[in-house]
């Protein structure tokens, strides 16, 4: 069906950069908002940035400078520039998209996550 793969995590000193990636594949007829969401250990998941099909973006306030959200829509790909990095920073970071897929006689407009990349920032 559809698949959204995460790459680019790892562990980085403070004040480094890191760029995730995140592509979707299979039956897509589009997508809409794509997104960043990070979960640290006993904490809930929270969104990081958000960009909608027509490049508006939003950010939490605590990466607000710091992140960029940016998607190539050709190849069904959002991408998490992510600068100054603080060991606050450090969570797994999951891919969202809500995507519309073919169905028997229509479309349908779900949410797809994906599976996660530690993103580890400390000295």
């Known amino acids: 069906q559809v698949q959204l793969v995460e790459s680019g995590g790892g562990l980085v000193q403070p004040g480094g950069s890191l760029r995730l990636s995140c592509a979707a594949s299979?039956?897509?007829?589009?997508?809409?908002?794509m997104g960043w969401y990070r979960q640290a250990p006993g904490k809930q998941r929270e969104l990081v940035a958000r960009i909608s099909s027509g490049g508006s973006t939003n950010y939490a306030d605590s990466v607000k400078g710091r992140f960029t959200i940016s998607r190539d829509f050709a190849k069904n790909t959002v991408y998490l520039e992510m600068n100054s990095l603080k060991p606050e920073d450090t969570a797994v970071y999951y891919c969202k998209a809500q995507i519309m897929t073919p169905q028997f006689m229509g479309v349908i407009v779900d949410d797809y996550w994906g599976q996660g990349t530690q993103v580890t920032v400390s000295s």
């Open positions: 299979g039956r897509i007829v589009s997508i809409n908002a």
